[in-house]
């Protein structure tokens, strides 16, 4: 096969990093780019100053009318290289402050069968943010990064306990990230499917060779 | 399916058959070459040949020609299969008791899509409660061993096959579980696995 | 006993299976079992005189229609297993010469510079052919409308612009699209992903996290 088998069953985290880095987020521009009305006929243009960025994938609207100082929202993957060349100051999402991450974890620890709602990406988002941007936090993130690790403990043993009730029709999995789906995929799609197999082989009668779905 | 090579080996697992009529000539099935088979003599057969064998059988076309009424034993099939050593009740108990601890592997490699077929070709439903509540117990204690991700930080010698990473597989192969599973499930652990260490990785590299 | 030794066959496809994906650096095919293919097709080719006979002897009306039938239905029976298990054989070891087309088809494909030879003499001539061929489509397939996509290359999505890598092997002087660089082993660089990624995928430069 042309796809490679590691990633014939799931994404890659760095696929999935992909994915998350397309996702808008707030930042604090230190540059400004907006084209400021010139007022006087005869003043010097600056030329280079006139460089309308126009992107392929995104819209290029808030990149150019940047003022510094005035928030404004951009995708990830545009925040994190403005942030490499220091352009730029990422402004850290409401769920992502030690107030709030503590709510989480004691929302996890009351309600044994169910997830808290905090966003899709928090795990990817978190992972890049502390990577690269780990001064624009308010709250110091050594303690964010426990309560995150806090947080993925819990959940991953919420999973675990709840796959007993794994069965051949459907799994309900509310609140579950993306990157906590893409690590259980392989394993639930594998085993619902013998589940399901077994479930049906009980009720045909026919020869089983009938039903078997013919995977070329 | 019919190019799978689990299914392939599977279909190759002897199960116990008795010949419901005398047949000549097919006494190298016994090892006997040349002899004839004698009707209720007990062989074992591949699964490939005992299931078209257990299925067809002697034709009513021959019987109406000579107006006999009393051939119904005529239309059974050439054989019958009996229950195979690996589905006796024995090994049912066990499952019963405690489907985790079970070595798998040893009562036969190819357990599990065995016992499907099985359950296909006679619509056994009890057995198949019991193979279903086997698997996701066993699945569960299968999560458990491919979730528990062990990352230990590789040396840097070159043969390192890991090359973009600074962590390697740490997880130990020999525990009593993982040589008790049958082929099934270790492609399934080998997959969960992978995708357990490969997120695990990603989120621990500096 | 028939069908034996296309079990024997499939039993080694089961472990040539194994084999790759236990090791982590592509795979390399073992050697083709010529002598066991060729038996088992005189296993067939016995087979099929076999009913060619029991028919004659049919219309002879030598025999009882039951017993006939049973004979028939176990010779036919023989040599679709023996047929299954030789076709599940081939398309194993063409499957696994598939990914290795792709997984190779940017660089050389017999021997590339990561080590994983795959020696031509374990392969049947059919199979070096087959090879040969394929690789010529996803060279064709690549160099069509798709010029500006890389199908082979890599598959990890970039997440910068620039990237630190240091140098594996000498690879003397290389020509990007921004300047010259002389590859010395265990030099290190800052470059642009885009430029090397071709390198890294050779095996001259590694990544630097």
């Known amino acids: ?216 | 399916m019919y190019y799978d090579i689990d299914d392939i080996l599977a279909d190759s697992a002897e199960i116990p058959c008795k010949f419901n009529y005398d047949i000549p000539g097919l006494g190298y099935l016994e090892g006997n070459p040349g002899k004839q088979i004698n009707k209720n003599t007990k062989i074992q057969l591949p699964l490939w040949l005992a299931r078209i064998l257990a299925i067809i059988g002697g034709d009513s076309e021959g019987a109406d020609e000579n107006g006999d009424e009393t051939n119904e034993n005529d239309n059974l099939p050439f054989l019958e299969m009996q229950t195979p050593d690996f589905l006796s009740n024995k090994v049912i108990n066990a499952i019963k008791t405690s489907p985790e601890s079970l070595d798998l592997h040893s009562i036969n490699s190819h357990f599990i899509e065995l016992a499907n077929k099985w359950i296909a070709l006679f619509g056994d439903t009890d057995l198949a409660n019991v193979i279903y509540d086997l698997t996701l117990a066993r699945s569960i204690e299968l999560n458990n061993h491919a979730s528990s991700v062990a990352l230990e930080l590789a040396s840097n010698k070159p043969d390192n096959s890991n090359k973009d990473s600074i962590y390697q597989d740490g997880n130990n192969i020999n525990t009593p579980f993982l040589l008790s599973m049958d082929e099934f499930e270790k492609k399934i652990y080998k997959k969960s696995h992978n995708s357990y260490k490969d997120t695990k990785k990603w989120l621990f590299e500096p | 006993m028939y069908g034996d030794l296309a079990n024997k066959l499939v039993l080694e496809a089961k472990r040539s299976q194994q084999l790759s994906n236990k090791s982590k650096k592509g795979n390399s095919l073992p050697m083709y079992h010529e002598e066991l293919v060729r038996n088992i097709l005189q296993e067939v080719v016995q087979l099929s005189k076999n009913t060619e006979y029991l028919k004659e002897q049919q219309q002879l009306g030598n025999m009882d229609s039951k017993v006939w039938k049973c004979q028939q239905f176990v010779m036919l029976l023989c040599m679709e297993r023996n047929k299954r298990c030789l076709l599940a054989y081939q398309r194993l070891r063409s499957q696994m010469l598939d990914s290795l087309a792709w997984d190779n088809n940017g660089l050389d494909i017999l021997h590339d510079t990561l080590g994983n030879t795959q020696d031509t003499t374990d392969l049947s001539p059919q199979e070096q052919e087959y090879l040969k061929e394929y690789s010529e489509l996803i060279t064709e397939l690549k160099s069509g409308a798709l010029t500006d996509i890389d199908l082979t290359g890599s598959l990890t999505p970039p997440s910068d612009v620039f990237i630190d890598v240091r140098v594996l092997k000498d690879a003397g002087e290389i020509q990007t699209e921004y300047g010259v660089f002389n590859l010395i082993k265990d030099s290190q660089f800052f470059v642009r992903q885009s430029d090397v990624e071709r390198l890294i995928q050779q095996g001259y430069l590694q990544k630097i996290k």
């Open chain 1, 1 to 216: 096969m042309s796809l490679p088998a590691h990633l014939q069953e799931t994404f890659s985290p760095e696929e999935i990093q992909f994915i998350v880095e397309n996702e808008p987020i707030k930042i604090f521009p230190r540059i400004t780019t907006r084209q400021l009305a010139r007022g006087r006929v005869g003043s010097v243009s600056d030329k280079s100053s006139s460089n309308q960025w126009r992107l392929i994938t995104t819209d290029a609207n808030n990149l150019n009318n940047m003022v510094a100082m005035q928030s404004t929202e951009v995708t990830l993957w545009l925040a994190l290289l403005l942030k490499q060349q220091n352009k730029c100051s990422i402004i850290a999402p409401k769920w992502l402050t030690i107030k709030e991450l503590d709510k989480s974890i004691q929302y996890e620890k009351k309600y044994l069968d169910r997830f808290s709602s905090i966003p899709w990406n928090w795990l990817v988002l978190c992972q890049l943010l502390f990577k690269r941007a780990s001064d624009d936090f308010h709250d110091p993130v050594h303690e964010l990064r426990s309560r995150i690790q806090d947080l993925r403990e819990i959940r991953q043993l919420k999973v675990l306990k709840g796959l007993k009730h794994l069965n051949n029709s459907h799994l309900q999995l509310d609140n579950i990230s993306i990157l906590e789906i893409n690590e259980l995929r392989p394993f639930i799609v594998g085993i619902m499917d013998k589940l399901r197999e077994i479930h049906s082989a009980s009720e045909s009668n026919d020869s089983s060779q009938a039903n078997e779905d013919i995977d070329i």
